[in-house]
């Protein structure tokens, strides 16, 4: 029953950040706001970073190896990483990636261990907490919003 929730959400949150991040180029992707935060660049490889590990919940394989995430770890000042991070459509390739490869898995495997449900559930609202910031920075980028 976990997974089928799972699922629900999981395509709702993608569907959610897909409509933020539509139009957004990669110059826009690298602006930071100026009251202080993260640009939507950081944001979506810190949402990537977390992917991870629900494909390791889920016993996949990583996306990535720790060095090319390091700049998009929690924790990290991602305005004097921003040399190191990926190129916008290589993360846009990525979203979509794993959004096919968790969904996949998600529909073939059940989630029925208490620590891997906890886990799971908490991995998603961290990915539903940053799709809200982002929406907010296509504002802060003069860029309509476009959940309504």
């Known amino acids: 029953m976990a997974t089928e929730i799972f699922i629900i959400q999981f395509e709702f949150i993608y569907k959610a950040l ?7 180029t990669r110059e826009e992707s ?5 009251a202080g935060g993260n640009c939507i660049n ?3 490889g810190h949402i990537l970073d977390y992917r991870n590990r629900m494909l390791a919940i889920l016993n996949q394989e ?3 190896n720790k ?8 924790g990290t000042n991602a305005a ?5 991070f990926l190129q916008w459509q290589q993360l846009l390739n990525y979203l979509s990636h794993t ?9 073939e495997a059940e989630i029925n261990e208490p620590d891997k449900i906890k886990s799971f559930a908490q991995l998603l609202a961290h990915e539903s907490y940053h799709t809200g910031q982002i929406g907010l920075l296509r504002r802060v980028l003069g860029k309509e919003g476009k959940l309504k």
């Open 18 to 24: 897909s409509l933020n991040i539509e139009n957004i």
């Open 30 to 34: 690298m602006i930071f706001p100026e």
């Open 42 to 44: 950081w944001m979506l």
């Open 62 to 64: 990583p996306i990535w």
């Open 67 to 74: 060095e090319t995430i390091i700049c998009y770890k929690r």
């Open 80 to 84: 004097a990483e921003k040399d190191n």
């Open 99 to 107: 959004q096919t490869l968790i969904l996949k898995t998600l529909k």
